[in-house]
């Protein structure tokens, strides 16, 4: 069945969308081009998600630019990635903006490179107030991370007599992420026939439906962000429970 955008607006919309950009190596070797070709294709796809996110009532997304393992690339990969990320803000950041795009970089930014950092900082900085889409770029990120991170921090503020170890409880973990504040994902998007997690928001995706697919990245278009909502729609969210 070919998913249109009426059949979807008849049920309510995934509050939060997460998505593994993966596949862009596979989509260039296909055609005979550098790895680096995949990922510029991923960027394009990347941002026709956003467009494609603005005609729904979808405000949360989250997207896995770069891992904490992606450093074991060859450097020329990881520099044109990082490279990759300031053209797409300098390209697209004031558009970004006029749709009321929150850029909101997770993960530990502090180790991209000098500009990278510096224009992943300023775009955060320029769009804070945002609230139509709320971007959280994963950027050597790690689930893991996230929580040893947390942990520590809760840590330390148990330590300093902030916080009491009676106020620990999953609400207050879940303050001390990347994502606080934020509902978890509905739904989890896994492009190029990929069947695992790859350390993406561990704590976060404790009840998200997957939607798992051979399309490569570059090749994701709107249509397919419909199907995958279209389905999540028509799951059974139990929780654990029993159905209604
Ligand atoms: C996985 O495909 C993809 C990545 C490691 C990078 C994804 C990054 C982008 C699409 C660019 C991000 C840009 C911005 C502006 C946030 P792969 O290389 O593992 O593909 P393969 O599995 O087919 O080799």
Redesign the pocket.
């Known amino acids: 069945m070919k998913v249109t955008l009426e059949d979807i607006k008849q049920k309510p919309m995934p509050k939060h969308i997460a998505v593994?950009?993966?596949?862009?190596?596979?989509?260039?070797?296909s055609r005979g081009l550098l790895?680096t070709a995949?990922?510029r294709m991923?960027?394009q796809?990347?941002k026709n998600l956003v467009l494609a996110l603005d005609e729904l009532d979808i405000h949360y997304v989250t997207?896995?630019?770069?891992?904490t393992e992606?450093w074991k690339?060859p450097a020329d990969?990881v520099n044109t990635?990082m490279e990759?990320?300031v053209e797409?803000?300098d390209k697209e950041l004031d558009y970004m903006h006029e749709k009321g795009v929150r850029i909101h970089p997770i993960g530990d930014i502090s180790r991209l490179t000098g500009k990278t950092y510096d224009k992943i900082v300023a775009a955060q900085e320029k769009t804070k107030d945002n609230t139509n889409i709320i971007l959280n770029?994963a950027?050597n990120y790690g689930g893991r991370q996230e929580i040893v991170r947390a942990a520590k921090n809760i840590c330390a503020d148990v330590q300093s007599g902030r916080l009491a170890m009676d106020d620990i409880d999953e609400a207050l973990f879940g303050s001390y992420l990347y994502t606080a504040g934020q509902p978890d994902p509905d739904l989890l998007i896994r492009p190029?026939g990929?069947l695992r997690v790859s350390n993406f928001l561990l704590w976060q995706i404790a009840y998200t439906e997957f939607w798992c697919t051979n399309i490569?990245?570059p090749d994701f278009g709107k249509e397919h962000l419909w199907q995958a909502i279209w389905e999540y729609q028509n799951r059974d969210r139990r929780y654990g429970g029993l159905t209604k």
């Open positions: 593994i950009m993966d596949g862009n190596g596979r989509w260039a070797k790895r995949g990922h991923g960027v796809a990347l997207v896995y630019a770069f891992s992606n690339r990969e990635l990759l990320i797409f803000l770029v950027l190029s990929e490569l990245w």
